[in-house]
């Protein structure tokens, strides 16, 4: 498996992170949540086992966005760096773009595409998802 060590921070560089791989789950959600949460239609995401994320500089700043979610963020610049399930306690969701190097990981399927913003128009060939990525595809997007 990939042990790769991966660094990242927010925009005022005041909260650092690193992750250590493997990197699963790398997806683009389109869901409201993270519309709002980040002012952008998608964000990309990869989970990480929560024992191989650390904050290394700063402070996160938690918010419940949901009741059973908390997405992390940096309270001098607003930078969205995590997301965390009450009900996965052991996995941290990282931001991709917030990586140092964030061409790194590559996200594989859109989720949550029922959200989508109709202006954005998906055509990368990569497999959609109404909702979350244990559901069935959606007709004429690409098996997972
Ligand atoms: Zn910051
Ligand atoms: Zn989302």
């Given at each position: 498996?990939?042990?790769?060590?991966?660094?990242?921070?927010?925009?005022?560089?005041?909260?650092?992170?690193?992750?250590?791989?493997?990197?699963?789950?790398?997806?683009?959600?389109?869901?409201?949540?993270?519309?709002?949460?980040?002012?952008?239609?998608?964000?990309?995401?990869?989970?990480?086992?929560?024992?191989?994320?650390?904050?290394?500089?700063?402070?996160?700043?938690?918010?419940?966005?949901?009741p059973r979610v908390m997405r992390g963020f940096c309270a001098?610049?607003?930078?969205?760096?995590?997301?965390?399930?009450?009900?996965?306690?052991?996995?941290?969701?990282?931001?991709?773009?917030?990586?140092?190097?964030?061409?790194?990981?590559?996200?594989?399927?859109?989720?949550?595409?029922?959200?989508?913003?109709?202006?954005?128009?998906?055509?990368?060939?990569?497999?959609?998802?109404?909702?979350?990525?244990?559901?069935?595809?959606?007709?004429?997007?690409?098996?997972?």
């Open positions: 498996m990939d042990a790769t060590s991966y660094a990242g921070g927010c925009l005022c560089g005041s909260v650092r992170y690193q992750a250590r791989g493997p990197a699963t789950n790398l997806c683009f959600c389109h869901c409201r949540s993270c519309q709002r949460a980040t002012g952008a239609p998608m964000v990309p995401w990869a989970t990480f086992a929560a024992h191989s994320f650390a904050i290394v500089r700063g402070a996160l700043m938690q918010y419940r966005s949901s001098a610049c607003g930078s969205s760096l995590t997301y965390r399930r009450d009900d996965r306690s052991d996995e941290v969701d990282v931001t991709l773009s917030s990586l140092d190097a964030p061409a790194a990981l590559v996200p594989e399927v859109h989720i949550w595409v029922q959200d989508k913003s109709p202006w954005l128009t998906i055509a990368d060939g990569r497999p959609q998802f109404a909702q979350s990525r244990t559901e069935q595809a959606l007709p004429g997007t690409a098996a997972p």
